[in-house]
């Protein structure tokens, strides 16, 4: 899995913004609203890079290492056996160049590799599809993680709103309001524990 695919999931993975929106509103009503609705400058705004956050929290690294050994593992497999049907592939022709086979012998043999062929597409749509499992599988996880500690860290913080930076998707941001390296430190300390109270219980 690159890099770049992960630092996609991490940003999918934190929540965004829900905006509300009403329509028809009486003209009493629009100045209720307007005077309820807190001033820009009350407005307590926080970012996190999302790089950082996947080169940085040990879940992130430690279940990319295991998707990218997954992914190797399908790429090694796949490519034995499609070397493997392509060299059958290869003395089958060279034996009937040769009229090593009878009518019949040939059309068994050839009958065996679309079988052998049929097989190995079928084992690649599988591992595909478990790897594809797998994928969300840490997704789903992520997501979770970042939204529980965002949820606790969030009430003694009191943001309005905790942004995902990731490249320039933020035209500009103070780095006074930049609270990685809280976020990361919190999800490892919490990530060290979830494993240590695991191998307890085991």
Known sequence: MTKKN????????????ALLASCNKSPKEEQQTAAAAPQASALKIAYVEVDSLATQY?????????????S???QSTLQQKGQSLQQAVSNFQQKVQQNAYTREEAERVQAGLQRQNADLEALQ???GAEFQAETEKFNDALHDSLQNFIKKYN???KYTMILSKSGDNILYADKSVDITNDVIAGLNKAYKKGSASE???K
Not at 6 to 17: E, H, M, Q
């Open 6 to 17: 992960l630092f996609s999931l991490v940003a999918i993975a934190i929540s965004g913004i």
């Open 58 to 70: 040990e879940f992130c690294k430690e279940y990319s290492l295991i998707l990218e050994r997954k």
């Open 72 to 74: 190797q593992n399908i």
């Open 125 to 127: 749509q599988r591992l």
């Open 155 to 157: 009430k003694d913080k």
């Open 199 to 201: 191998k307890k219980s």
